[in-house]
């Protein structure tokens, strides 16, 4: 069974997401969606951030997909161990 779903963040009501699905214990990373109104406020960092820390709490590995989320990665090592091998 595949879970999908958002994390989400609004404000002023535009919304910034980052599309997951989640299969097992495999969360995969998709796709990173940013308002022009939300741009350079760190906000797709934020999302990226929440949905990495979820993975640790909820002791899942990650599958990125997404650019956005691959090159924070490259800049957070402390989240390379949740990276599915």
């Not at 609004?10 to 980052?18: I, P, Q, S």
């Not at 934020?46 to 990650?62: I, M, N």
Request: with cysteine; net charge negative; proline share 4%.
């Amino acid at each position: 069974m595949v879970t999908r779903g958002r994390f989400e963040i609004e404000r002023n009501g535009a919304v910034a997401f980052l599309e997951y699905a989640l299969a097992g214990t495999i969360l995969e990373l998709i796709h990173t969606e940013v308002p022009a109104s939300m741009k350079g406020t760190g906000v797709a960092s934020s999302l990226a951030e929440t949905a990495l820390q979820w993975a640790r709490e909820h002791q899942v590995k990650v599958d990125v997909i997404c650019p956005f989320v691959a090159g924070y990665l490259s800049k957070h090592p402390e989240f390379s161990d949740l990276l599915v091998c």
